[in-house]
Every structure is written in structure tokens, then in C-alpha cells.
């Protein structure tokens, strides 16, 4: 594949999701391939997610606007299926102005997403205390907010960002003795309307018919990277329930999140790390023992790019890879952070419930971007997880640099 074929070899529409439980690195990807699409969408989730790419060897967090978002030429979607913090997205449209990018201009954020309001957080908070106290084991959610956000939506008691503008007080009001009796939360109205008003002085102009602007925008043959949140393990139906996140991360989910249809689906970009990692409670048949675990997290940088959270640490579960290319549909693979298993003599693998293993190649993968300079036994390994799930591997990650990756042909 040539450099410059993205667009070609993916197709004008695009999908970018996680094969485990977060985290594999679908920032990078997804800004590498913005620099050819017109328009950069997220679905799903809110602030939950933490995307980090380094460009120039400028670090830059992404949380609730795409990874994309760099590319001055992108538009940028949140779509439907979202929630919002709104001063989080305030602050991080701040931090992009300060490197001298704009986003307002090219920003369209559906009507329908959700507003994530600071008592959601707290309530994420509470119900966590609960769980723990109950159980001795709370879900390990970042504590955004999300499941409760989630929560008002399904039971249709959600503000939607088509309100912003509209006197929301007295509604906020109406809450307040419930979200105080079932949790023992107070709802600051004052501050939650005065973030409202805040928001809505800047991102007004924003708020608008997404599903409509996607479809004219589809209608006009523009292209679209649809930036998955999350990933395939913490699928509310799919995931390890109940220690999943509280949306539909699968490619099927994003699109119900944006509202295109799947027959406007070109490809689907699954992301992989070469081994695995889980932030959080909840199964991880693959991790690896205390010792093994701290090594791949200090080698991988491994801390929540959200909560500073130790990331748990373990190996490629291929039948996991191929359940995640089964339920989205995943037409490539991205595996990323090989580089992190440059000093391992072995590498386990879990395939057919099984524990593999595989010969390390004890050399420095690091920035490599050829195919042919990678050591064999690397080689062998990407190429053992194309043939064991039947899906080619088209971009190879050495590195945390938008340039540290081997493009395959
Ligand atoms: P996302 O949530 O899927 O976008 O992933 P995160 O950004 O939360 O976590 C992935 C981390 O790995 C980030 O710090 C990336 O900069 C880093 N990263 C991505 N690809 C590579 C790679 O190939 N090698 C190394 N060493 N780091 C990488
Ligand atoms: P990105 O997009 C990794 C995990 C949390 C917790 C569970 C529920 O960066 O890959 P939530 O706050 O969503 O209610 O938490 O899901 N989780 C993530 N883990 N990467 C993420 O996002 C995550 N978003 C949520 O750690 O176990
Ligand atoms: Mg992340």
C-alpha cells in the first residue's frame, strides 16, 4: 500500500475499532488516516475515552473530540449515540486553540447527544462506593459519568444538546429530590445551568442535524473515519458484563451512533495491541503474573491516559481477536505497540482457550517503518495473527510517533 492510498484501499467510509478492552491505540490510526478523509466521527461513549497521539513529539490527549480533530482540513462529527461533558469538550477545544488549532468552524455535534452533567459523575461515583462496599469489587469505571448518563437516556429523563439554550432549570430542579433519594447526591442547578450558559456562548452555532449533515455529506461522495470509543470486550451486550462500559462499541453500534446505514460501510479497521492490556475489574484470562505484568506496563506506558490508572497487563487472546473480527466485521488489522515486546525471549499467546507460545526476537523494533528491516521472529509473529484470524495486518505500530508505524503492502 502506498503512503498516500488510504482513502483508496479503505474506502469513503472507514471504521477504527478496538479488537480488546481500550486502549489498543486507535488515536494514532485514526490521525494518520484523517490527513485523506473530510470528516472524522465519533459515535459512542463520552470522556471515558482517552486517545493519545504524538505528533512532533507533542503529546495530545483527545477525550470527547476525534483524534482526527489535528487535521485542519476534517470536519468533525459527535454524533447521536454520545454523552457530553460539556466543560470537558470547552477545555480541550481550549488546549487545541493554544497550539493554534481551530475547531469550532468545522465542528457539528448532533442534537440528540446527551448532556453529561457533573451530578452524572457523582452519581458514577456513588453507585461505584456501593458496588464496592457490596461486594468487595466496584466495575473500575473512570468515573465519568457515563453510566449514569446512559441511565437517564434509557429511561428518557436525558437532557439532549438540542436544549441547550432553552431554560433547563426548572427541570434540572424536578430532578434533584430523586437523584438525592436514590443516591444521595445533590444537583448543584446554579453551577450546571451557569456551565450551560458557557457552553452554549461558544458551541451553539455547533448543534445541529448530524444524522442530515453525514448523509448530504455521504450523498457528495466525502469520506468519513468513524473513530471507535471504547472497544469490542466492554461492550454493553457483547463485553464482559457487567464490566463493560455502558454503550455499543462495536462498528454495528457506532453506526446506529451516527446514523448511517451498514451498506455505507467500506471497510473496518481493527485495533490490537501485540499483547493486551485492561484498566478496571473484571475477567482477563491472558494476564500475566505480577512480575511479567509491571514489566509490559512500565515497557508500554501503561497508565490510564484518562485516570493515571495502572493499566493491568497481558498477551494476544487470538480467539478474542477473532470474536471482535466476527461481531464488527474487521477488514484489517492494526497491531500496535509491537516495539513494547522487543526484550521478550517468549511470547505466550492465548489461541483456542490455550496458551501458545512464541519466539521473541531480543532486538529494538523501535520507529522501524519497513517491513523487511523488522527482526524475523516479529515477522512471524504479525504474521501468525493474519493467518490465525484470516484478516491481513496493514499497519504495524513501533513506536508512539505518528511515523513509528510499518505500512504493509
Ligand atoms: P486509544 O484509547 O485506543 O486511542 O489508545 P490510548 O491512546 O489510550 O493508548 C495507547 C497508547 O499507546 C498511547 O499512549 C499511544 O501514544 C501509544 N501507542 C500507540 N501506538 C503505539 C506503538 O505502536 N508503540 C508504542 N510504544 N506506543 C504506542
Ligand atoms: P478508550 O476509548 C479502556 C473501562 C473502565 C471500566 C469500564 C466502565 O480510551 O479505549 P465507564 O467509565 O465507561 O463506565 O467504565 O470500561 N473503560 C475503558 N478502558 N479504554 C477506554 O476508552 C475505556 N472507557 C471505559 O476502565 O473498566
Ligand atoms: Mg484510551
Not at 448530524?210 to 455521504?218: D, R
Not at 464490566?243 to 467500506?266: D, H, M, N, R
Not at 466476527?326 to 497491531?335: A, D, K, P, Q
Not at 493474519?386 to 495486518?393: E, L
Request: glycine share 10%; hydrophobic share 40%.
Amino acid at each position: 500500500m502506498s503512503v498516500k492510498s488510504y482513502r483508496k484501499t479503505f474506502g469513503p467510509v472507514c471504521g477504527v475499532i478496538g479488537a480488546q478492552w481500550g486502549d489498543e491505540g486507535k488515536g494514532k490510526i485514526v490521525d494518520i488516516l484523517a490527513e485523506e478523509y473530510d470528516i472524522v466521527a465519533r459515535a459512542n461513549g463520552g470522556a471515558n475515552a482517552g486517545h493519545t497521539i504524538v505528533v512532533d513529539g507533542v503529546k495530545h490527549v483527545f477525550r470527547i473530540l476525534p483524534s482526527g480533530s489535528l487535521h485542519e482540513s476534517a470536519h468533525i462529527v459527535l454524533g447521536s449515540g454520545m454523552v457530553m461533558h460539556l466543560p470537558t469538550l470547552l477545555e480541550e477545544i481550549a488546549l487545541l486553540r493554544k497550539h493554534g488549532i481551530d475547531v469550532v468552524e468545522r465542528l457539528h455535534i448532533s442534537r440528540e447527544a446527551h448532556i453529561l452533567f457533573d451530578f452524572h459523575k457523582e452519581i458514577d461515583a456513588a453507585m461505584e462506593e456501593r458496588r464496592s462496599k457490596a461486594s468487595g469489587e466496584g466495575i473500575g469505571t473512570t468515573k465519568r459519568g457515563i453510566g449514569p448518563a446512559y441511565m437517564d437516556k434509557a429511561a428518557r429523563t436525558g437532557l439532549r444538546m438540542e436544549s441547550l439554550g432553552s431554560d433547563v432549570k426548572a427541570a434540572l430542579q424536578q430532578r434533584s429530590s430523586w437523584v438525592k433519594d436514590a443516591f444521595g447526591v445533590s444537583i448543584d442547578v446554579e453551577n450546571e445551568v451557569r456551565q450551560l450558559v458557557e457552553a452554549q456562548n461558544i458551541l451553539e452555532s455547533c448543534v445541529t442535524d448530524t444524522v442530515g449533515y453525514l448523509h448530504g455529506a455521504l450523498d457528495q461522495r466525502k469520506s468519513v473515519i468513524i473513530e471507535g470509543a471504547q472497544a469490542t470486550l466492554l461492550d454493553i451486550d457483547h463485553g464482559t458484563y457487567p464490566y463493560v462500559t455502558s454503550s455499543s462499541t462495536t462498528l454495528a453500534g457506532a453506526l446506529q451512533g451516527l446514523g448511517i446505514a451498514p451498506k455505507c460501510v467500506t471497510s473496518c479497521i481493527g485495533v490490537a495491541k501485540a499483547y493486551c492490556t485492561r484498566v478496571g475489574s473484571g475477567p482477563f484470562p491472558a494476564e500475566a503474573d505480577v512480575k511479567t505484568a509491571e514489566r509490559l506496563r512500565e515497557r508500554g506506558g501503561e497508565y490510564g491516559s484518562v485516570t493515571k490508572r495502572p493499566r493491568r497487563t497481558g498477551w494476544l487472546s487470538i480467539d478474542d481477536l477473532n470474536f471482535s473480527a466476527r461481531l464488527n466485521g474487521i477488514t484489517h488489522w492494526n497491531i500496535t505497540k509491537l516495539d513494547v515486546l522487543d526484550t521478550e525471549k517468549v511470547i505466550p499467546v492465548w489461541v483456542n482457550g490455550e496458551r501458545a507460545e512464541m519466539s521473541g526476537w531480543d532486538t529494538s523494533t523501535h520507529g522501524i517503518t519497513d517491513w523487511k528491516a523488522l527482526p524475523e521472529q516479529a515477522r512471524a509473529y504479525v504474521e501468525s495473527i493474519a493467518k490465525q484470524t484470516g484478516i491481513p495486518v496493514s499497519f504495524v505500530g513501533t513506536g508512539q510517533g505518528r511515523d513509528e508505524m510499518v505500512v504493509c503492502s
